[in-house]
């Protein structure tokens, strides 16, 4: 296997969403139905020998330690005791807060894309409880396919949906 990988990191729609409830902690229960796009961000991966997380791209006003890539690198390696690190560059091509999932695909990306790269090997379902801890959306793109979600949006069941 290689020391690097370059990984699309695709967009996603909300077809519908309801918010249901709210939680004590302030996050809002829903149901959505999830659709990805061909279309998103682009993700560099490149393992390093001495254990450095380094964004080689940073997103302008964005601090290293709430970059959701820096974050999902970080999580990975502390929760698998993994003492590689890895160089990340973050091809942006959505929009920052368009509603597209741009960062919690990035984020999904960069978990799914180092378990590979360092050999790690966790199952999906640890990968999605990991991507949880990130954030909301960040699950269903681990998940990878079209999915009516629950909860905060980590209730996941797959739907076949028609091409669009």
Not at 21 to 39: A, E
Not at 61 to 74: H, K, S, T, W
Not at 145 to 158: D, I, N, S, T, Y
């Amino acid at each position: 296997m290689s020391d690097r990988l370059t990984e699309a990191a695709p967009a996603k729609l909300n077809l519908f969403l309801h918010v249901v409830g709210r939680r004590p902690d302030g996050y809002h229960l829903l149901q959505t139905l999830f659709r990805f796009l061909d279309y998103g961000d682009r993700v560099q991966l490149a393992v390093r020998e001495d254990g450095a997380i380094r964004l080689l791209a940073p997103l302008p006003g964005v601090p290293a330690e709430r970059d959701l890539c820096y974050r999902a690198a970080r999580l990975l390696q502390e929760h698998a005791g993994c003492r590689l690190g890895a160089d990340i560059d973050l091809e942006k091509r959505l929009p920052i807060g368009g509603g597209l999932g741009g960062g919690s695909s990035d984020a999904a990306t960069v978990l799914m894309a180092l378990d590979r790269l360092w050999r790690i090997g966790l199952p999906s379902a640890e990968l999605e409880s990991l991507a949880l801890r990130l954030g909301a959306d960040v699950p269903v793109f681990v998940f990878g396919r079209a999915a009516f979600a629950e909860g905060v949006g980590e209730k996941l069941q797959a739907v076949a949906l028609p091409p669009a």
